[in-house]
């Protein structure tokens, strides 16, 4: 179950955990924690959710008490050896390698970029995210609204050409 969910899941999240994360060891114990939590509530999903959505949540979950606690914990040597070789940086394919862009979503508050994430990366609807997230819905339209805004500001080349 655990290589097959890593198979069908693994890259999508991975490059969510990019974005989330301030490097790729974090992102990777991210993915992982979030797969071994997937196996083990696996019983206690939904069928009417989407599944990458479920795992987002967990995922979103663990960031969420790592950047509480301000501490990162250390993954077991050996325990990541279930998870596949990366062969290519989903994160680079997403991004088509733009690590400006990467960066600057890196430098938003960790709410701004959850719903960034889940809504670009992701492809996930307003409503979705709301639900994923388990916030208004205008709160989400709100965030997205500050983020697009910061990131205006974090990517110039990006913004709106002054006449």
């Not at 991004?95 to 719903?115: F, G, K, Q, T, Y």
């Amino acid at each position: 179950l655990f290589r097959s969910l890593v198979a069908e899941y693994g890259n999508r999240l991975y490059a969510a955990a990019v974005l989330l994360c301030a490097n790729d060891h974090d992102a990777e114990e991210l993915v992982f924690r979030t797969f071994d939590q997937a196996v083990k509530k696996i019983r206690q999903f939904d069928t009417s959710r989407n599944f990458f959505t479920w795992l987002y949540a967990i995922m979103l979950n663990f960031h969420r008490m790592n950047y509480r606690r301000r501490r990162v914990e250390v993954v077991p040597m050996g325990a990541a050896e279930d998870l596949p070789e990366q062969t290519t940086d989903p994160t680079a394919e997403t991004l088509d390698a733009d690590d400006e862009v990467a960066n600057a979503i890196r430098a938003l508050s960790p709410p701004l970029r959850e719903v960034v994430v889940l809504r670009y990366f992701a492809d996930k609807t307003v409503e979705e995210i709301a639900a994923a997230l388990d916030i208004p819905i205008g709160t989400v339209k709100s965030r997205l609204h500050h983020a697009r805004e910061a990131l205006v500001g974090l990517l110039p080349r990006y913004g709106k050409e002054k006449s």
